[in-house]
């Protein structure tokens, strides 16, 4: 880190490089807050109010950890309103809040380490009581209250003893009762995800509810846009609000563990039926409704065109302000799929699209594709894409409870779309939710059209599983293959083929861009030593010496900013392989000390449901990434909010898969308009628990996974090509995701049709070798190349007197080991092995808890000799090498295929002077 860095973490000084971003951060913000009550108290008018609660002086910008952004100065609520021409008549509480607020942040940063104040961690202190001195002084000139509470992240150490984060407190709940007593028009702000609200929204004198989540650097201003009305508010719901936290379908398996738990399992029994795919099919009513927001306008919708193709179904909608107010209008579009021998929901998002600033009177006719793909059904018997015959409902609204059937396309006979490999079989038997059966439906005269099964082309529309690799092996050379007759039965064991290239000489990858020579004569040129650098990130990387191959010296500049990760640029100058720059970005690009635009949380920003918004912010992101030499940003995140009560929860779009894949696609167009800049897209898949354990397996039955989990990363990637995907840390179904060869190959490579890179988590604990030869390219954060090349080879276990193995832990990131791995070698633990490995300990020395724990998993054994020694036995598999030099090379080309669109590649040609 240098000095400007640490100066900017350490006194928060230095300037954003671009202030006008600003004004992009107050307009998204003021975009994403969805209005959720208005009983005629909004807009209000300038002027005096009263203001209480946390979030007024202790307002949450961004998130924690990778989702922090360092900036020059964010804008608190009571900031943001005093900035637009409200005073308070609460100054003595306020003042009293923020004092409380000063003492924990002293008392905690004397207190804690470095990297507390680098992962942006603060103590959000209690609420203050209002006393009654305190009421007496508000009710004085207003008779409007502006309540705004907050929720951050769950680690945060109160909110985890809480355990209820999405509960009011008990001081909190006296605070609105005295509230609302003494106010006839109080206006609740929530500067957080969902909560239980129920019975405050049922409070007579609570005349407003704003959800304002987290908005970013100008949340304050964008704040005051809304309540004023210089802004209508136009974002739209991407979660079902439920009325209680038990009433989601994924509360009854929840992520979050004790740590007492020994049970790492968690079963998505909901199955299809994740927000409000359940709340429709089982009838159970939600507070606000997926897609619910109101306007300080009122719209009306119709269906002007509709026709069909097997490309897509096309959809023009008029929609008019009918209202007096100008505004934006959100046009949902649902499919209700025939009901056949699959079982389908009620409804399904099918697409979406807004409209711009209408005046009243005013409207505008906008055009809705529907993507085929976005119609099907994945049948886990067939292992094929389908859609089956019958009649699509189509139905336009302006939420999932407010919608209109318009259109239906008949469709003559059952049709496969695609057939797809067996990959990540399920291994535990669940029981599912069934819902009951769906009411036929009158839909009175809409428009049809219809397709024909007979007019779909089905030519190579399979994918079968790829089997088989090729390792490139120079003219001349005596490799040989060994892992094809390896005894041990390597996971997802694939045939190595040997193909012999033509020497490319002292060839260097400026050569192959150029076209000189091939990718795989070059990469058949380099050393497996060199190879092990290239598949794993920088940090603590050991040098390697290789040969210079160019005929000329020159010098790179060294980016001494402190970013997520890079690779390595060790070969930069002797074979012209540069090292790119990672970055976070889930809120803004993540430089330690480096003061950027903090971004409303992508949660917000899907509430705009405008996909123009999110190229705009993609391009401001570029331009920043230009600004620091960043190559790619770890964004956006594609998860699917299994439950939106969750603390996290704003670290993700929606609940809805189709939605968080347009969203994501957007935001990935945006910053590749800045050439040499893309995006790391995170996390694949089923990154959705709330616990740390980054060894929790998920059971998930694959027609869950394919059309819930997977679809936002396919739809996104059809759209927008992002250069590289991010594993999740988990299992799925057992296997780490990162270690699933038909996740990162058969599906993402050969089904979605994806040519960039496939990078393991920060922290895994996957087995490397068992990675890189099951498709995922790069390691990261970094990784001991020698303990990549140990798969190679038949390497014994180094033991420690206390008879278990060596346990490297190193590269701590907010306290946790990013490098992390135990010298077993090339043996695999294994009860039901048939090898045994023994150790002995000396009579002096105490033995590992870890052998006594694997013991009582019969993994081991413990036998005390007559002299006191204790031998363990260990069964297990050997291995012996079960990585080939292919599956290495196969990581590098997708690695060095991206690396040569990159920034960093244009400057190193520069520097090169060619």
């Known amino acids: 880190m240098n000095l400007r860095q640490l100066r900017g973490v350490i006194t928060k000084t230095g300037k954003m490089a671009f202030p006008e971003h600003r004004d992009l951060v107050r307009t998204f913000g003021a975009d994403s807050m969805v209005l959720l009550k208005n009983n005629g108290i909004l807009p209000i008018n300038k002027g005096k109010v009263a203001l209480f609660g946390a979030g007024a002086v202790d307002t949450i910008f961004c998130g924690i950890f990778y989702n922090y952004v360092f900036t020059d100065g964010n804008v608190n609520v009571k900031q943001g309103l005093l900035n637009n021409g409200f005073t308070f008549s609460t100054d003595t509480w306020l003042n009293k809040m923020e004092k409380q607020v000063?003492?924990?942040?002293?008392?905690?940063?004397?207190?804690?380490?470095?990297?507390?104040?680098?992962?942006?961690?603060?103590?959000?202190?209690?609420?203050?009581?209002?006393?009654?001195?305190?009421?007496?002084?508000?009710?004085?000139?207003?008779?409007?209250?502006?309540?705004?509470?907050?929720?951050?992240?769950?680690?945060?150490?109160?909110?985890?003893?809480?355990?209820?984060?999405?509960?009011?407190?008990?001081?909190?709940?006296?605070?609105?009762?005295?509230?609302?007593?003494?106010?006839?028009?109080?206006?609740?702000?929530?500067?957080?995800?969902?909560?239980?609200?129920?019975?405050?929204?049922?409070?007579?004198?609570?005349?407003?509810?704003?959800?304002?989540?987290?908005?970013?650097?100008?949340?304050?201003?964008?704040?005051?846009?809304?309540?004023?009305?210089?802004?209508?508010?136009?974002?739209?719901?991407?979660?079902?609000?439920?009325?209680?936290?038990?009433?989601?379908?994924?509360?009854?398996t929840p992520a979050k563990r004790s740590k007492a738990e020994k049970n790492h399992e968690i079963d998505y029994k909901e199955g299809l039926y994740v927000g409000y795919r359940y709340f429709d099919a089982f009838d159970v009513a939600p507070l606000y409704p997926f897609g619910y927001g109101l306007s300080y306008t009122t719209f009306d919708m119709s269906l002007e065109y509709f026709e069909a193709s097997w490309i897509s179904l096309i959809m023009r909608v008029k929609v008019t302000n009918t209202g007096n107010h100008a505004g934006r209008q959100v046009v949902q579009v649902y499919c209700s799929s025939p009901e056949g021998k699959l079982e389908k929901p009620y409804q399904s998002l099918c697409s979406f699209g807004k409209t711009g600033k209408l005046k009243p009177g005013e409207s505008e006719e906008i055009t809705i594709k529907i993507p085929i793909m976005s119609l099907t059904s994945f049948d886990d018997e067939r292992l094929a894409w389908v859609m089956e015959k019958g009649d699509y409902l189509f139905r336009i609204g302006a939420n999932s409870r407010d919608t209109k059937v318009c259109a239906k396309m008949v469709l003559d006979r059952t049709t496969a779309i695609k057939k797809v490999t067996n990959a990540m079989p399920v291994t535990k038997e669940m029981e599912f939710l069934t819902p009951p059966a769906r009411q036929k439906e009158e839909t009175g005269f809409i428009k049809v059209a219809s397709l024909s099964s007979n007019d779909y082309n089905s030519e190579n529309k399979v994918v079968k599983p790829k089997k088989e690799f090729t390792t490139y092996i120079q003219e001349g050379s005596n490799y040989l293959s060994y892992v094809n007759n390896n005894a041990y039965d390597i996971p997802f064991r694939a045939y190595e083929n040997i193909e012999i290239v033509k020497p490319c000489g002292s060839a260097t990858f400026i050569d192959v861009i150029k076209g000189n020579v091939t990718m795989e004569e070059f990469v058949a040129s380099l050393s497996p030593e060199v190879l092990a650098r290239l598949v794993v990130g920088a940090t603590d990387e050991s040098k390697y010496d290789s040969e210079n191959r160019f005929n000329f010296n020159f010098s790179l500049d060294k980016k001494g900013l402190e970013v997520a990760a890079r690779t390595t640029s060790q070969f930069a100058t002797t074979l012209g392989i540069p090292g790119v720059t990672i970055a976070d970005g889930p809120s803004g690009l993540h430089i330690i000390g480096i003061q950027c635009t903090c971004f409303p949380s992508p949660s917000n920003m899907a509430q705009t449901w405008d996909m123009n918004s999110m190229i705009r912010m993609g391009r401001a992101y570029g331009r920043e990434m230009e600004e620091y030499g960043i190559d790619y940003t770890l964004a956006p995140p594609l998860n699917v909010t299994r439950n939106p009560m969750w603390g996290r929860s704003y670290e993700f779009y929606s609940e809805d898969p189709a939605l968080t894949g347009i969203i994501g696609a957007g935001f990935i167009m945006g910053v590749k308009r800045y050439e040499g800049r893309n995006v790391i897209v995170k996390n694949l898949a089923t990154y959705n628990q709330e616990t740390e354990d980054t060894d929790a397996i998920i059971n998930i039955p694959r027609r869950a996974f394919a059309e819930i989990y997977l679809r936002p990363f396919s739809s996104c990637h059809f759209i927008s090509r992002p250069a590289g995907f991010l594993c999740s840390g988990n299992r799925i179904n057992g296997v780490h995701t990162s270690s699933q060869r038909g996740l990162n190959i058969d599906i993402l490579r050969r089904d979605i049709g994806f040519e960039g890179f496939v990078m393991s988590d920060w922290g895994s604990v996957s087995d490397k070798g068992e990675d890189i030869h099951a498709g995922c390219d790069l390691i990261m954060p970094g990784y001991d190349p020698d303990k990549i090349l140990e798969c190679m080879l038949n390497v014994p276990p180094t033991f420690e007197p206390d008879g278990y193995v060596t346990v490297v832990e190193k590269a701590y990131l907010y306290d946790v080991p990013m490098i992390r791995y135990e010298k077993w070698g090339s043996f695999k633990l294994d009860k039901d092995g048939d090898t045994i490995i023994s150790t002995t300990v000396a009579p002096d020395k105490e033995i590992s808890h870890k052998a006594i724990e694997l013991q009582k998993e019969g993994i081991c054994n413990i036998v005390v000799e007559v002299n006191g020694d204790r031998t363990i036995s260990y069964k297990g598999f050997n291995r012996g090498p079960y990585l080939a030099l292919g599956d290495l090379q196969w990581a590098a080309i997708n690695i060095l295929s991206e690396l040569k669109n990159t920034a960093s590649m244009q400057e190193l040609l520069k520097k090169a002077n060619i």
């Open 102 to 252: 000063k003492l924990s942040e002293k008392k905690y940063i004397g207190n804690s380490r470095t990297s507390s104040l680098f992962a942006g961690m603060k103590v959000r202190p209690a609420e203050v009581p209002i006393s009654v001195a305190d009421m007496a002084e508000a009710i004085l000139g207003t008779d409007t209250c502006i309540y705004v509470t907050r929720r951050p992240y769950v680690s945060d150490e109160e909110l985890r003893n809480q355990e209820k984060p999405y509960q009011f407190s008990k001081v909190e709940l006296e605070n609105i009762n005295l509230i609302t007593s003494s106010f006839k028009n109080v206006i609740l702000v929530l500067n957080s995800g969902m909560m239980e609200i129920s019975s405050i929204a049922k409070m007579k004198n609570v005349k407003g509810i704003i959800l304002m989540g987290v908005p970013g650097m100008e949340a304050g201003n964008s704040l005051a846009d809304v309540l004023t009305g210089a802004v209508n508010p136009n974002g739209r719901l991407t979660s079902t609000w439920a009325k209680k936290y038990k009433d989601y379908s994924t509360c009854q």
